[in-house]
């Protein structure tokens, strides 16, 4: 059998949950699709989000996922190093990896994103 995927949602469960929504929306302006009072679920793409869950209000406990890196394939790489280091995002140096541009950095929880765009 073949499974059919619709929609992602990636969720990362967060103590500091202000700051992280805060940071998704205002430094990667990423659009909220969904809030409530404890999730922000922002849009990546038409069938894929990425959701922002306060961890202590949640009904099911954090995998603790410290080894998640939550990839973004981007159509203006530099543009999105050089905003970040002017936002304070601390964005990682650029490297070359498997035929692409690359550069990590992280959210104010400590989750790992990867930015990346063909070379």
Same mark, same amino acid.
């Given at each position: 059998m073949m499974v059919t995927v619709r929609r992602t949602n990636t969720i990362l469960y967060c103590r500091?949950?202000?700051?992280?929504?805060?940071?998704?929306?205002? *430094?990667?302006?990423?659009t909220? =699709?969904? +809030? @409530?009072?404890?999730?922000?679920?922002?849009?990546?793409?038409?069938? #894929?989000? *990425?959701s922002?869950?306060?961890? =202590?209000? +949640? @009904?099911?406990?954090s995998a603790e996922g410290a080894g998640i890196t939550? #990839?973004?394939?981007?159509?203006?790489?530099?543009?999105?190093?050089?905003?970040?280091?002017?936002a304070d995002g601390r964005p990682g140096p650029m490297q070359a990896k498997w035929g692409?541009?690359?550069?990590?950095?992280?959210d104010p929880e400590g989750h790992r994103l990867e930015a990346w765009q063909d070379e």
């Open positions: 500091h949950w202000r700051e992280t929504v805060a940071f998704y929306r205002d *430094v990667l302006g990423l909220v =699709a969904h +809030t @409530t009072d404890w999730l922000v679920e922002f849009r990546l793409t038409a069938d #894929s989000f *990425v922002i869950a306060e961890a =202590a209000r +949640t @009904t099911i406990a939550l #990839s973004l394939q981007v159509d203006d790489l530099d543009g999105l190093h050089r905003h970040l280091a002017e692409a541009r690359v550069f990590y950095f992280h």
